[in-house]
């Protein structure tokens, strides 16, 4: 590792769960960061307007930063996918990768590292198979999206920059992703496994994703894929037992796999629901990264705690 001490780093996506979280972590650290917004600018110091849309950048305020991260990208749980749907998730994916690779490459003075979410989706649903970072793609919508979405990034690598395709798991935290969406249900003691709950999630506790952003920045041996997941992945039922274990609540009430297809359509509750896939975080191990929660009953309370 190289220490690399009062950095720059532009960050695409500040504002959501993981990129706020980042960006607070980042300057405590003391590091400045550069907002990359879509609204008009509030603080010309901190921020630069952007819009993957129309192909607006200013490339000139990112010549001579150390380091991108990208965490842009519409919510693939937002709505049903339908056809309309699915080209904004990848049109907000894909763009904006392409725009910011391209504008990476073309630099006098290019960052070290670009650091861009992807997603476990990379992988389908697998079943048992534990599958690391050589393990080939899987099926469906959600694959080929992360594929594309990996692919973008192919300016900037062709230039020289490193870059770190993060491929992340289900984040737990109760502002924002799965786990508030269930939160109120297993508090009423209604919640439980999804479908036959066999299925594999595989999941990282919000400090440790953003642990794993800091490291793929500092740590100039890890390229390429990354997966980004705590060392532990549990079965649906496993998932919901200890949830329902850290709020003293019963957690048996299975969510029946007809019912999850009729509320999101089959495509949709197969690839996120009912679908999983068993993943280990080979790089991030094998480069000495250390998950502060790597167990589901850890993650767990420690985020239910905040």
């Known amino acids: 590792m190289v220490h690399h001490p009062s950095q720059v780093i532009a960050v695409t996506g500040a504002t959501g769960l993981v990129g706020s979280a980042l960006v607070s972590s980042l300057e405590q650290a003391g590091h400045a960061v550069l907002r990359l917004v879509r609204r008009p600018v509030q603080n010309a110091e901190q921020e630069s307007y952007w819009n993957p849309s129309t192909g607006e ?21 937002k709505q049903r996918w339908s056809n309309a749907y699915k080209q904004v998730l990848r049109s907000s994916r894909i763009d904006s990768t392409t725009l910011l690779a391209r504008t990476i490459a073309s630099l006098q003075q290019k960052p070290r590292v670009l650091v861009t979410a992807s997603a476990i989706g990379f992988y389908g649903s697998r079943g048992d198979e534990l599958l690391d970072e050589e393990s080939p793609i899987g099926s469906g919508f959600l694959a080929e999206l992360c594929h594309d979405w990996e692919e973008a990034n192919q300016p900037a690598r062709e230039a020289g920059v490193r870059v770190c395709q993060m491929r992340i798991g289900v984040v737990l935290s109760p502002e924002g992703g799965a786990l508030k969406k269930i939160l109120p249900i297993f508090r009423k003691g209604l919640g439980g496994p999804m479908g036959s709950g066999k299925q594999y999630v595989s999941w990282i506790g919000l400090p440790d994703v953003v642990a794993a952003l800091e490291f793929a920045i500092d740590h100039d041996a890890i390229n390429g894929a990354v997966n980004t997941m705590a060392p532990h992945p549990v079965t649906s039922r496993e998932f919901a037992n200890s949830l329902g274990q850290q709020l003293g609540r019963p957690s048996f009430l299975p969510t029946p796999a007809f019912a999850l297809r009729m509320m999101v359509g089959w495509e949709m509750a197969e690839a996120l629901l009912l679908g999983g896939a068993k993943i280990a975080p080979r790089k991030l191990e094998a480069e000495g990264f250390v998950f502060q929660h790597p167990t589901i009953a850890e993650a767990l309370a420690a985020v239910l705690s905040r």
Do not use: F, S
């Not at 001579?64 to 842009?72: E, K, M, Q, S, T």
């Open 57 to 77: 950048i200013d490339a000139d305020v990112l010549e001579g930063v150390d380091a991108v991260v990208h965490l842009g990208g519409a919510n693939v749980a």
